[in-house]
């Protein structure tokens, strides 16, 4: 190019403004008709109510059509994952429990199979343990169905349901901690067994939730089903066929209410479940109703599966044997359920050394893991919670990945929203279900 040349081009470009894209901004403006292609984006989120606090969405509207939706996630980020590689085992279980703080047991029973699978062990786990993992998580299953129903509800203006939903949970989460000593996080589930047994207490709790619940699922019922604005602002909205499912790798009530009866607990049952009578509950449609709809049978379903486990529960320990596995202290009987009962610490303190070293090591290192790498699945609320678990033949985890159906399913939204109104974006999202804690980890 010549002097004059460049000069020339340079005058020329000077006045014109380029996007960061590289477009000419005057030729992108004199291509678009002011009147037919009005657009704006929005951002919706990260806020409470609507999009779950830590979910930011960018919607490009016309009108309130929406165009293009697009999920923004990360901001309730914890480095779960990443922390299991520089703690034992056994403490992996205080972190997978904070993932998905509305399923915890689901989080610690799928690490926990995860890794007795790496020991070899899965068939020596005790038949009231096991009966006591299927009570706790289809007890936590209700649970986190009452608080989409509460807040599923609240976001699409049944204000009253949130207060219903939250009422009876309350009452699952006061089981808990009669069981475990807290109502959330429990680190209850553990490799080998469970952390403790479950109290006579527990057990009454329990028969008396099993007995008002079908009463307060009429309640829900009648005050929703049946109410004009709830049906119009969830029947044929958010519509996600079963093929969109699958194409997506979505699973749980939202693949369910489209028509599949995909349930890990029939196809590839885990903890004994095929020796359950329960239903897969399924609906056709594939929309927002349809899975309000499979989330209410599913908390019936797993009040009869709450049934079957207590009428199990039989006598018998609760840890396997092998005390190179078994957590290291003697948990006594008292008034939170925790603690080294005396007759252990006089052992380990004054009567047998190789007692005291065994209980150290544990305590400090944890047990070893033959290297190897597995993959288990089970049927949380949301969907199929998997966990890859690699040893590397040490005391600790060298990797933990988690198949999380919170973030698996939020692919759905745009596919969901794109084409529909922005006031039904919210109820697709509250559709869905998604636990951001999960879906951050």
């Known amino acids: 190019m010549t002097t004059s040349n460049y000069a020339s081009e340079h005058e020329t470009d000077e006045g014109r403004v380029f996007t960061v894209t590289g477009g000419d901004w005057d030729t992108i403006v004199s291509g678009t ?5 009005e657009r704006i984006v929005v951002n919706m989120g990260p806020q409470h109510p609507s999009t779950h606090g830590v979910l930011r969405l960018i919607l490009e509207l016309e009108g309130e059509t929406v165009r293009e939706a697009r999920s923004v996630i990360g901001y309730l980020h914890t480095g779960i994952e990443k922390n299991l590689e520089y703690r034992n085992w056994v403490q992996g279980s205080t972190f997978v429990t904070r993932m998905d703080y509305l399923a915890p047991i689901f989080n610690e029973t799928a690490y926990a199979l995860a890794v007795e699978k790496l020991l070899g062990i899965t068939d020596d786990i005790t038949e009231r343990a096991t009966t006591i993992r299927v009570l706790m998580m289809e007890l936590n299953r209700i649970s986190s169905h009452l608080v989409w ?3 599923t509800g609240m976001e699409l203006g049944a204000i009253s349901i949130m207060l219903y939903g939250f009422r009876e949970r309350e009452y699952i989460l006061d089981i808990f901690e009669t069981i475990t000593g807290l109502r959330m996080n429990h680190a209850y589930v553990r490799p080998g067994g469970v952390a403790q047994d479950v109290p006579d207490d527990a057990v009454r709790k329990i028969r008396e939730f099993l007995k008002m619940m079908p009463k307060k699922l009429k309640e829900y019922e009648d005050l929703l089903s049946g109410q004009p604005i709830w049906t119009e602002r969830t029947k044929g909205v958010a519509v996600l066929d079963v093929t969109g499912c699958v194409a997506l790798g979505i699973t749980g009530p939202v693949l369910r209410s489209a028509g599949l009866a995909w349930d890990l607990r029939k196809t590839m049952p885990y903890c004994g479940y095929e020796t359950y009578e329960f239903d897969v509950p399924t609906h056709p449609d594939g ?16 009040m009869k599966l709450v049934e079957q486990a207590l009428d199990r529960l039989k006598p018998g320990p609760v840890m396997v044997a092998d005390r190179k596995i078994a957590w290291p202290a003697q948990l006594a009987i008292g008034v939170d359920g925790m603690g080294n009962s005396l007759e252990h610490v006089a052992k380990i303190m004054g009567q047998s050394m190789e007692s005291l070293i065994h209980h150290f090591k544990l305590v400090t290192e944890g047990f070893r893991v033959p290297p190897g790498q597995v993959y288990v699945a089970i049927e949380a609320p949301r969907g199929e919670l998997g966990v890859h678990a690699v040893s590397d033949g040490g005391t600790r ?39 951001m804690g999960g879906c951050d980890r």
């Open 287 to 302: 929309d927002v109703w349809g899975r309000y709809q499979v989330r209410l049978a599913e908390i019936r379903e797993s």
């Open 397 to 435: 985890p060298y990797r933990v990945h988690y198949r999380e159906p919170s973030f698996v399913n939020l692919q759905a939204l745009p596919a969901m929203a794109e084409g529909g109104l922005i006031a039904d974006v919210i109820a697709g999202g509250a559709s869905l279900d998604p636990v």
């Open 33 to 37: 008709d002011p009147i037919n292609d």
């Open 149 to 151: 129903l509460a807040t």
